[in-house]
């Protein structure tokens, strides 16, 4: 019978220590170095680990190490077979750890969601840990690793945007490790996701922009490669169209970088303004925006006063998410329900940590907003067009 490979570098670690190699208080490898070592992943070095700890071999130190354990602990745990014990070698009892990795969040979108984790790990004795990566592929693999070095028990991951998944959610798959994804999904991955419904979403916007009015509207998107969330609001913008009978005049589309979370600097932001107000100079027809995000509305805007155009009777503009600060000019908006994403997010994270089943994507409905961005399509424009 063939022995795993976790066992047996459990087997050749208990070896080791009971051999007095590793004396009590030293310090075995990391997950890292066991990896490295055997050539496998780090959940399979980490699963060794964990049996150890399990058997009272060694002691788990989240940020430190794991440590060989005094004496009496290793007598009782001298006939202890792989496969025993609880999880992550804590103490009985210890409360759920889940790892939250997200790429960024502001006042417009990300705080609700963390919001409604943070609930969700109150009301179920547990604690949330965060780590962001900014959108940066390899900084999100980092925060992967740290969090299973840390020894949680789950993830919730906000997948960076680029063009391919990092190997560190593979790993997390093929291990069947208690993960979930929030925002969007990615493909070719079977892995449980909870995000907003991003096409019917931006279809409700459309029809509100069609009902009033507007024929020739223009939208201005993040790159969408590979980002589903992005790529499910385009598709709800030409399922709109074509229940409209409208066609689709693709030279109104307009992508921008500078909202990315690597990009979002003065100096990005001020050459995507004036992208957008050479796109309204040379597409006078378009007398509306669909931004797929806020900051990408705050853009528009801001393109739109300094060409002198009033927002909304010379130009209407709507997006996904605004904040609710009371203060601010409020945006016609889509309004996703971060919090209960957040809640489920969590929820699903523990369901899948014991066991269960929990449904391979959910999207939740995202409630229209009407702020002071849109109005109805004035006569003299109707007239230009």
């Avoid at 680990?49 to 009272?56: S, T, V």
């Avoid at 780590?131 to 993830?155: H, K």
């Avoid at 997948?159 to 593979?170: M, R, S």
């Avoid at 016609?332 to 971060?338: K, S």
Wanted: charged share 25%; hydrophobic share 40%.
């Amino acid at each position: 019978m063939s022995t795993s490979m976790y066992e047996q570098i459990y087997e050749k670690l208990r070896e080791e220590i009971r051999s007095g190699l590793y004396q009590v208080g030293d310090r075995v490898p990391s997950e890292k170095e066991l990896a490295d070592a055997y050539n496998v992943s780090r959940i399979t070095s980490k699963k060794a680990l964990e049996l150890l700890a399990d058997g009272g071999l060694i002691v788990r130190r989240p940020g430190r190490g794991s440590f060989v354990a005094d004496p009496a602990s290793m007598a009782d745990a001298a006939a202890a077979a792989p496969g025993k014990g609880g999880a992550r070698g804590r103490l009985p009892g210890a409360r759920p750890m889940v790892g939250l990795v997200m790429t960024d969040f502001s006042d417009s979108y990300g705080t609700g969601l963390v919001y409604g984790m943070e609930e969700a790990s109150r009301k179920h004795d547990a604690f949330l840990v965060l780590r962001r990566s900014f959108g940066i592929p390899s900084l999100e693999e980092e925060a992967i690793q740290s969090m299973l070095e840390l020894g949680v028990d789950g993830l919730i991951i906000f997948p960076a945007q680029g063009e391919y998944f990092n190997a560190e959610i593979l790993k997390l798959v093929i291990d069947k490790f208690p993960f979930v994804l929030v925002d969007r999904h990615l493909k070719g991955i079977s892995a449980g996701s909870i995000s907003t419904d991003n096409a019917a979403g931006a279809k409700r916007g459309m029809d509100y922009l069609f009902n009033l009015g507007h024929k020739h509207v223009a939208i201005v998107t993040p790159p969408p490669t590979d980002t589903t969330a992005v790529e499910d609001r385009i598709e709800g913008y030409v399922q709109a169209h074509a229940e409209k009978g409208i066609v689709v005049n693709r030279e109104l589309w307009l992508t921008v970088t500078s909202t990315l979370p690597n990009a979002y600097t003065d100096e990005n932001k001020a050459k995507d303004i004036e992208k957008i107000k050479r796109h309204l100079l040379d597409h006078p027809e378009i007398s509306a925006f669909f931004a797929m995000e806020y900051n990408i509305a705050l853009l528009v805007r801001e393109a739109a006063r300094q060409l002198q155009l009033d927002v909304p009777r010379d130009l209407s503009i709507i997006c996904f998410d605004c904040p609710d600060n009371g203060s601010g000019f409020s945006f016609t908006h889509l309004r996703q329900n971060q919090e209960e994403m957040g809640r489920a997010a969590f929820e699903n994270v523990l369901q899948l940590r014991d066991g269960k089943m929990v449904p391979h994507k959910i999207a939740l409905e995202a409630e229209l907003i009407v702020g002071k961005s849109t109005a109805v399509l004035s006569p003299s424009r109707i007239g230009q067009l």
